[in-house]
């Protein structure tokens, strides 16, 4: 049986690619393949890699390894795929077997993963004036060069306030553990109030787990180590909590989640409301939004449709999704730091969409695609606020 756990990696690698018909309906929906027009940059090409290389009848080279690197993870090929390849547990077996890549930016994921520290960053960052040296700063350093593509994405906002969370909680009914996660914990402070906010109205009560890394930017470099200490973290405190929902306000950790906790029901809290939308009541905003769908969003936690009708009872709200695919912002986890030239050509292609809905506000559930898309606005000639979908929600919900 495929994925049986005394399976060895290459074994279990040709066995998924096995399954793959090369068809080619991958290639309209892939991002990269759009980019390149490259067969080795598309799903079939991938998986004909990842099998060469599991079986040994290539070695890894430099070439070959930047074509499965370069793979942003959006499973838009898994969506559309008529043979149901499991091509996201492909890609994350390949990438383990093979190991971190040698570029990986290390010391600057070593600040993400601690949101303490970049906490402490942060603020010593307001108190200095580092928005003003900042690009003095980045013209110093390489063009691919990861630190000054995450200078880039320095939010531009000081750093969030953490306000009191609200006292009123259910004291009966099912029971949701929010996961903060790491660098969202810090940075879409807002976001996570806001779903406890929703939530507790729509009747959940609600408890807030420890705030610490999922793992997902390991799970999905190759970091085997650093991953399997983060599912070990993940799966402790969800014990404790005892919740019958662990959910996230970043869709880019969900799926993380689930693979720490395959028995556990992880979920977007979007879904959640959604199936409670009766008992939530809104304001009037005559506003034009665009929102921006998080790849994690529309094909892992497949909770777009959920989001938008969410949206839609907003009165006077005109909410307009960006399309897609193939459309990707580029921002794919650690890929905007490590491929930025790249990102920043999918970054300014999913902005440019964005602006021919002529918005007042752009929305994003993902806080690493939001930071990605702010940095690249003024390219595109724009300066949309940029928030949370979550945070509106909550800003024009009735008490």
């Known amino acids: 049986?495929?994925?049986?756990?005394?399976?060895?990696?290459?074994?279990?690698?040709a066995a998924l690619a096995d399954q793959c018909v090369q068809c080619g309906l991958c290639l309209p929906v892939c991002p990269t393949y759009a980019l390149d027009r490259n067969e080795a940059e598309s799903p079939r090409g991938r998986i004909a890699i990842a099998a060469a290389l599991a079986r040994g009848q290539v070695s890894?080279?430099?070439?070959?390894?930047?074509?499965?690197?370069?793979?942003?993870?959006?499973?838009?090929?898994?969506?559309?795929c008529p043979a149901n390849v499991q091509y996201g547990e492909l890609l994350i077996e390949t990438r383990a077997m093979l190991g971190p890549s040698p570029g990986r930016p290390e010391r600057e994921l070593a600040?993400?993963?601690?949101?303490?520290?970049?906490?402490?960053?942060?603020?010593?960052?307001?108190?200095?004036?580092?928005?003003?040296?900042?690009?003095l700063l980045q013209s110093l350093l390489p063009p691919d060069s990861p630190m000054r593509a995450a200078l880039a994405l320095w939010p531009r906002q000081p750093l969030p306030k953490q306000s009191p969370l609200p006292l009123s909680n259910p004291t009966a009914g099912e029971t949701v553990a929010l996961f903060p996660g790491c660098i969202a914990s810090v940075e879409d402070a807002?976001?996570?109030?806001?779903?406890?906010?929703?939530?507790?109205?729509?009747?959940?009560?609600?408890?807030?787990?420890?705030?610490?890394?999922?793992?997902a930017m390991d799970l999905h470099g190759g970091d085997s180590e650093h991953a399997a200490q983060a599912a070990r973290q993940v799966r402790a405190a969800w014990e404790k909590a005892g919740a019958d929902h662990l959910v996230s306000v970043t869709p880019g950790c969900i799926g993380t989640l689930r693979h720490a906790l395959p028995g556990a029901d992880v979920i977007d809290p979007v879904t959640l409301l959604a199936s409670r939308a009766d008992r939530l009541s809104f304001r009037p905003l005559p506003e034009h939004v665009a929102v921006h769908l998080p790849c994690t969003q529309s094909n892992v936690?497949?909770?777009?449709?959920?989001?938008?009708?969410?949206?839609?009872?907003?009165?006077?709200?005109?909410?307009?999704?960006?399309?897609?695919?193939?459309?990707c912002c580029g921002a794919a986890g650690t890929h905007m730091l490590e491929y930025p030239e790249r990102a920043a050509r999918l970054r300014d292609e999913t902005l440019r969409q964005a602006a021919t809905l002529a918005p007042q506000r752009l929305l994003s559930s993902n806080i690493g695609c939001r930071l990605h898309l702010a940095a690249g606005m003024g390219a595109v000639g724009q300066s949309w606020p940029h928030q949370h979908p979550l945070v509106l929600l909550a800003q024009q919900l009735e008490t």
């Open 1 to 13: 049986m495929i994925g049986m756990p005394d399976e060895k990696p290459p074994i279990r690698i």
């Open 60 to 80: 890894t080279t430099p070439a070959l390894r930047e074509h499965l690197d370069h793979c942003l993870g959006c499973l838009n090929c898994e969506k559309v």
């Open 111 to 135: 600040l993400i993963r601690q949101p303490a520290r970049w906490r402490r960053l942060r603020r010593i960052a307001g108190w200095t004036g580092f928005a003003h040296w900042k690009p």
């Open 190 to 215: 807002e976001a996570q109030q806001a779903a406890i906010t929703l939530l507790r109205a729509a009747g959940y009560r609600v408890t807030k787990l420890p705030a610490f890394c999922c793992g």
């Open 301 to 327: 936690t497949r909770s777009d449709t959920a989001l938008l009708k969410l949206l839609q009872r907003v009165p006077k709200l005109d909410a307009k999704a960006l399309s897609r695919p193939p459309h």
